[in-house]
């Protein structure tokens, strides 16, 4: 475990998995923070603007997502964000 | 004869697995978890006999997963992601490099096994996931120990055995 100490992983087949992993994350992490943003009220432009991404492309990734979680199918924009933000919190924010 | 594969119905499966991964592309390890929850082919059957049913998989790839962070110094505890990942994909849509890959490599273990049995079987599947010696699928079971070489036999054998 000496290696974790200065973040080097111990050989080339670690380290580029690590890379697969990390990607991975970002996914995951991804998900779950524009959920978040749009129960907070962040349009889809806004979301777009803060992943440094073009709204279509974030709009793509998650929005069939975000409407399959709300109440509504396939809706349009501003419903699917109305949708996402009537959804209750199911899990408690953690704020730093 | 039965175990001609329905190819369309496993990437389907393995779609359904890469969405409760949370993970927006299928990939080769969402095929192998399809393959362990159909002990009705070949390819299943051997997978469950070996121990590695679809419970020991997906423990084998989330320590996989966690040790390659770990390599990185992160945690994955460090971060609040939902438990259950399947809310966080709706539909996995695109299919990775690595099924790409093990398709391949599954139609060339199909090619070698003689001009009689053409259709593409369970096992040929499973040995194109098994083929790669770099990425997700053989890091995984090396977490668990697992001989890969011998589980490759194993396969080649019961192909050349039914023929």
Known sequence: MSAFDSKEPQNVSDGLAAVVALRRLADLIESAQVDRALREGWSWSEIAEAL??????????HARRVAAAGPGRALPDAEAVAAAAATPDDEPEEEP | ????LDLRRIVREARVEASAAGSA???AEHLLLALSARPDTDAGRLLV???LDHGTLSR????????????????LDDFALPHERTALVRESRWLGRSVQIAMQRAMKARAGHGRSRRQLQSLHLLLGIMAPDLGTVPRALAAIGVDRDA???EARLTLARAA
């Open chain 1, 52 to 61: 440094g991404v073009t709204r279509q492309a974030v709009h793509k990734k």
């Open chain 2, 1 to 4: 004869m039965s175990d001609r």
């Open chain 2, 25 to 27: 592309r299928v990939e």
């Open chain 2, 49 to 51: 006999d070996r121990g």
């Open chain 2, 60 to 75: 084998a790839l989330d320590l996989e997963f966690e040790h390659s962070l770990a390599s990185v110094g992160v945690r």
């Open chain 2, 151 to 153: 589980l490759i036999d």
